[in-house]
């Protein structure tokens, strides 16, 4: 991936990219592994300017069921507002 992928620029106080449609998430999208997820939202957060972590994982059997990635300024706003 490399810096042509987005277009950013600095608009009436705000910080506008134009990201290439392939790295922007959309309801319904399916990965085959939990690596292709890690690896999209990372590619995806370089251009955006936030970072991403794993803030929970359900396991079965020691399989993954279910895992939440969620942005890093979530988490913040969430533990302040408790």
């Given at each position: 991936?490399?810096?042509?992928?987005?277009d950013?620029?600095?608009?009436?106080?705000?910080?506008?990219?134009?990201?290439?449609?392939?790295?922007?998430?959309?309801?319904?999208?399916?990965?085959?592994?939990?690596?292709e997820?890690?690896?999209?939202?990372?590619?995806?957060?370089?251009?955006?300017?936030?970072?991403?972590?794993?803030?929970?994982?359900?396991?079965?059997?020691?399989?993954i069921?279910?895992?939440?990635?969620?942005?890093?300024?979530?988490?913040?706003?969430?533990?302040?507002?408790?």
């Amino acid at each position: 991936m490399n810096d042509s992928s987005s277009d950013c620029q600095l608009n009436q106080s705000e910080f506008l990219c134009d990201v290439d449609e392939q790295l922007v998430p959309k309801v319904g999208i399916t990965f085959n592994t939990l690596e292709e997820v890690r690896k999209f939202y990372k590619n995806y957060s370089k251009f955006t300017d936030f970072s991403t972590k794993i803030w929970s994982t359900n396991k079965k059997k020691n399989e993954i069921q279910n895992q939440l990635i969620t942005c890093i300024r979530e988490m913040k706003i969430e533990h302040i507002s408790n």
